[in-house]
């Protein structure tokens, strides 16, 4: 990223440009999305934009970290519970679910293989999972594998499913059950 503000006007500007820029690129991905519309969303200049972004590819990037920043920090990590971890995560995703519509655009526009996201803002948990399966709280295998598996079963009802797309409006009732199955699931996973 180019250049970052250093005051709290400037601050409140790139905040608005990543706000707008997220529901821009989660709607229409990165080839649909259009500067235009961010910048009057954001209420500030195309100038603006690119000195604090570059690019459109800068501005995409700075999204995906942003979010993924987000999603990090709200979802609390305790691997002595990772059953309600993986809820947390079904229902952030719920609430927010711009960050799994980005990476969908990210796996249909850049084709990635491999780590999608930054070894080190999983580095604790992965560290933590280790920890749990040497004192034989957590089955073996490769801490990065179980927790890739605890999410992609967290993300079964998200934007990114093939098959179900869960919404807010659904009743309550209806994301309790997802989120018992899910916690079952989970845990029969992690069983040492």
Known sequence: ?????????????LRRILDAATEEFAAKGIAGARM??????ARTNKAQ????FGSK????????????DHAVSAVPFDVNDLPA???????????HPNLVRLITWTRLERHPTGAWFDTPRHEP?????AQAQADGKVRAGDPGDLLIMIMGMAGSWSPASSVYTASTSEP????ERRREILRESVARLIAP
């Open 57 to 68: 590819e800068g501005l995409f990037d700075a999204v995906i970290d942003d979010r993924v």
């Open 49 to 52: 934009l690119y000195s604090y």
């Open 1 to 13: 990223m180019p250049e970052q503000p250093s005051t709290p006007r400037g601050e409140a500007t």
């Open 125 to 129: 948990k992965l560290a933590a999972i």
């Open 36 to 41: 235009e519309r961010i910048t009057t969303a």
């Open 85 to 95: 971890f993986a809820v947390a995560q079904y229902d952030e995703n719920l609430r």
């Open 172 to 175: 309550r009732v209806v994301h």
